[in-house]
């Protein structure tokens, strides 16, 4: 039985999905068509395209082995028809048709379908400011946006970026302007930190400060008002706080799904947009699928509603409609929310909940977070990541990790690992036990992951007691009240400096010596102890416990933690 | 209630055991005592120091923060008595005693206990070949083997070294002396192959040609009859077919668990070495744990008999047994066998089971092998990963997956997260669907895990008929035959050096003109489908399929793998 597919939308999904088909059904047809005179590109390399790291926009669109994927490449070498330019304006679901207009030259027509995948991908959120429509005011979209901006830059002319919105493309556009061409950016962000739901506030500062060192300014809790220019070129943003001199605008705001014409069409969609689907990705129409950026998923953790605008989820959730359209029944069963973003020499990755999102779902949990090598101590290449972990109390289930790390695969391959197991509903048992492959140049014999495990392990037994470096920083800001008395509990040298600059509030006794000089600490302050990343601090805070020493607090991840996070001691 | 505890060993299991009870029940006291005077050291460092990566052979005994962990460190700082030069020679279960002698000067004397770990750990497999005792023969295990080894070769007394089995320690010794000290380094290993069992024989090729690349020679199905020597030093090694030099000779033939003491005591012991312990660790006698080198775990696949000695299980297990010394549960629940070694600027890894152990195991299993990039293609840190998927047919239960790539953490993280899959016995969409954190830098949108399971899924569909770069050479070498016809399906370009070398039997007819070219390919042979790495033959084999040609192979990883794997075309 041979049949006819018609695919909306060229992008990512949309491709793959017809491929897929082609390959289960060579005997069927495939027409897919698309808006624009670009299709299957990545737009996910825009920023390095951006940034000079790929060098030509081209490749944006090629395959790995550079053919280039427009429309005769789908012809010959994967059997499906394209018809670019041509933009489909409603679906007819009782004809199965889909009535198409050409974009040129205003020409209508329909196509007819036995089964229709809607793949229309998402829109950058429009943020309907004053002044959007000005020349070097760019969305980062596809690959002509790519061009423009970079041209822009690469010919002298943009001295000065401001960046609206400090999420995934925010912040790669940042470091593209920032990192390569030396331009000032500065990003405006109307949440108070980076990555806002997407990591701890803890997290969000080690990776801002980094940016920071880097060259790039951050303004938080910032709304844009509008964006001025003269001779109808950008000149500066509008922030409800201030002025910003600006040759390039970024509006990276988040995206919204394009599904509209699913709506019309009388399809299952969510209130704010976004097509609703099963697990075989099927709408509640059972002749039309949709997937990637244009639907909604699963969250596997909450239960609830999921919007993932991910190139990996698109290919994945293609291949699973490719296979379905041929008689199928491959299920995609929903997400864990893994992401993860480059910062100049570093990262933020993570997947699962994070502690707010955790507590806004309903969940009675709390996080810890930990700092450590990478890998074995000894082995020269070794690196500190910080790790938070978010778990449920009660029922000891892992909720989430995130991180902040290098910039290299070490970290994100411990996210990705975390990642299978959320699957499976891990309690934090599972992540302690996790058989991470050993060998010195790639883990410690502890991984950081297990003993992230065993540090939440330790907290949901109240036998580590302790706060993260932005608790140190409220104890510390507040230390002229007298109420904590701060211990080092690293030998002297590596406590001396710190004792110099804050003879006043700063005591060392390092953690061998604690029983012998249990009679320093007083009994009515709260006794804060730090050491290098907290493992000291907390067989101190032991030895205080059974000297029935009760009010303690340790600080996890130590003082490598609170540099990375930054409090001036 | 206070107890005491003894623990006998004190290098990996034995000290976080101990250390994990005294937080957890600091009342209590525990002995740990050492026949050695060194304890608690990163014996997987050795290669390390060897090679020159790590400086100071003390480092391996240091904590992160460069305290040493010897006798004063473990009273101090956690609570643990130990003594060195201390021999356990028999354990008197109804007395509840150890017996005990000093190792230096005889004397003998018992503790008692309340609960007793045994931490006895594995040591090399000794070969009984005469001339093992010359000067220059070394075994690697603690680190006076590690000084005197590294010592021989910076004083220049080591022109060529012998190593004596491809396993994880033999590899890691090849390198240290071939890489930084310029020594001619040849490999003597009694199987076909470098890490045999652990990885199939494509991947331990790849793995092998990189060395040899780097200057480590290797003679495989040899087996090392007798070491020779001048003036009590080692001059040569016989082997079964061949008298190789050598100054320096490495002994890396394995371990053995040391569980005599065990065993004596009446404790239940697999009948080659390794005390038998449950999920809690624990043996046969409830006030007995073993852990570590010493003792046998459960295989989660093949649910037999595991022995993996590896300071990575000693940690995990010893956390588990400190918990259920102070009254815990907590459970071990066994292994899936993951492990990396580096080798150069490539490394090695895998989880789960081979094809061979699949197969002895008396699963029906197939593997399938992939070759892709490890991020976006356009990404310039991009890199060649090989990865071999191990399926059960008929269930699509996923048994294993193992690695040749780079030496970074690129593969390393994938393995983790397959492993962290096959705790819950994953299926090969499970892996399709894996949510591996995508960005461009890190990751490809399909990510070569998720490729690796399509093409998993594409074989047991038999709609991916390939065979991999071994199969290929297997047919290649008979070309004289005429049975096969060999289409390279990539563009001209591509093929046009292949096509000079090999007129008579290489042709070219790229993959999107294979519908009007049909007419070339003849019907009488076997089509043999090249291209860069299987994509290209894949889409090729299909339309091939559909046009009723059905003789067809194509070759798994394509060019790419076949140049890894060393095939001379």
Same mark, same amino acid.
Request: charged share 20%; net charge negative; aromatic share 6%.
């Given at each position: 039985m041979s049949q006819h597919i018609v695919v909306i939308g060229g992008v990512a999904l949309g491709p793959k999905a017809a491929c897929r088909f082609k390959r289960l059904e060579p005997g069927s047809t495939v027409t897919m068509i698309d808006q624009s005179s670009l299709i299957s590109y990545g737009g996910c390399g825009i920023p390095y395209y951006v940034s000079g790291d790929v060098s030509d926009a081209v490749q944006l669109s090629q395959t790995t082995f550079h053919m280039t994927r427009d429309p005769k490449f789908f012809k010959e070498v994967k059997g499906v028809d394209v018809q670019i330019l041509t933009k489909a304006t409603r679906i007819d679901r009782e004809k199965k048709l889909v009535e198409v207009e050409n974009v040129q030259t205003g020409e209508k027509g329909t196509i007819s379908y036995d089964k229709l995948v809607i793949a229309t991908g998402a829109s950058p959120r429009h943020l309907g400011l004053p002044g959007e429509d000005l020349e070097g005011v760019n969305y980062v979209c596809n690959p002509a946006d790519a061009i423009r901006i970079r041209e822009s830059i690469s010919k002298g002319d943009?001295?000065?970026?401001?960046?609206?919105?400090?999420?995934?493309?925010?912040?790669?556009?940042?470091?593209?302007?920032?990192?390569?061409?030396?331009?000032?950016?500065?990003?405006?962000?109307?949440?108070?930190?980076?990555?806002?739901?997407?990591?701890?506030?803890?997290?969000?500062?080690?990776?801002?400060?980094?940016?920071?060192?880097?060259?790039?300014?951050?303004?938080?809790?910032?709304?844009?008002?509008?964006?001025?220019?003269?001779?109808?070129?950008?000149?500066?943003v509008i922030t409800s706080k201030r002025t910003l001199d600006a040759d390039a605008v970024i509006v990276s705001a988040g995206v919204v799904p394009m599904s509209d014409i699913a709506k019309d069409a009388g399809l299952k969609v969510h209130e704010r947009g976004g097509v609703y689907v099963d697990e075989f990705m099927r709408t509640n129409d059972p002749d039309i699928y949709a997937g990637g950026d244009c639907c909604i998923v699963k969250n596997l953790i909450t239960k609830g509603d999921a919007f993932l605008p991910l190139g990996s989820m698109a290919n994945r959730q293609g291949r699973? +409609?490719? =296979?379905? /359209? *041929?008689?199928?029944?491959?299920?995609?069963?929903?997400?864990?929310?893994?992401? #993860?973003?480059?910062?100049?020499?570093?990262?933020?990755?993570?997947?699962?909940?994070?502690?707010?999102?955790?507590?806004?779902?309903?969940?009675?949990?709390?996080?810890?977070?930990?700092?450590?090598?990478?890998?074995?101590?000894?082995?020269?290449?070794?690196?500190?990541?910080?790790?938070?972990?978010?778990?449920?109390?009660?029922?000891?289930?892992?909720?989430?990790?995130?991180?902040?790390?290098?910039?290299?695969?070490?970290?994100?391959?411990?996210?990705?690992?975390?990642?299978?197991?959320?699957?499976?509903?891990?309690?934090?048992?599972?992540?302690?036990?996790?058989?991470?492959?050993?060998?010195?140049?790639?883990?410690?014999?502890?991984? +950081?992951? =297990?003993? /992230? *495990?065993?540090?939440?392990?330790?907290?949901?037994?109240?036998?580590?007691?302790? #706060?993260?470096?932005?608790?140190?920083?409220e104890l510390w800001d507040n230390r002229e009240s007298g109420q904590c008395y701060f211990v080092d509990c690293r030998e002297l040298p590596d406590a001396e400096p710190f004792l110099e600059k804050n003879p006043e509030y700063w005591h060392n006794i390092p953690q061998g010596e604690i029983y012998n000089r249990i009679k320093e600490i007083p009994e009515d302050k709260t006794v804060v102890l730090v050491c290098n990343t907290g493992a000291r601090s907390y067989e101190a805070q032991i030895m205080l416990d059974e000297k029935g020493i009760k009010d303690v607090v340790n600080i996890h991840g130590g003082m490598a933690a609170i540099k990375k996070y930054g409090v001036d001691i």
């Open positions: 943009v001295g000065k970026a401001v960046i609206i919105g400090a999420g995934f493309i925010g912040l790669e556009m940042a470091e593209a302007y920032a990192d390569m061409w030396g331009v000032e950016t500065s990003v405006v962000e109307i949440a108070d930190q980076i990555m806002p739901r997407l990591v701890s506030p803890v997290l969000a500062t080690m990776g801002q400060k980094h940016m920071e060192e880097n060259g790039v300014d951050f303004y938080f809790g910032e709304t844009v008002k509008s964006i001025e220019g003269e001779d109808g070129k950008v000149t500066r699973i +409609i490719g =296979n379905n /359209l *041929a008689g199928g029944d491959s299920k995609f069963d929903g997400v864990v929310g893994s992401f #993860v973003v480059k910062m100049f020499e570093t990262s933020l990755a993570g997947t699962g909940l994070t502690l707010e999102a955790a507590k806004a779902a309903g969940f009675d949990a709390i996080s810890v977070l930990l700092i450590q090598l990478d890998r074995a101590h000894f082995y020269p290449t070794k690196d500190l990541m910080t790790l938070e972990m978010v778990v449920e109390k009660g029922t000891r289930r892992v909720l989430g990790v995130q991180g902040f790390g290098s910039s290299g695969d070490a970290m994100v391959g411990r996210i990705n690992a975390v990642a299978a197991a959320l699957k499976s509903d891990p309690v934090v048992e599972d992540i302690s036990n996790m058989e991470l492959a050993y060998s010195p140049p790639f883990a410690a014999a502890m991984d +950081i992951l =297990n003993a /992230l *495990a065993n540090l939440a392990d330790n907290a949901l037994r109240n036998i580590n007691r302790g #706060v993260s470096p932005d608790g140190f920083k």
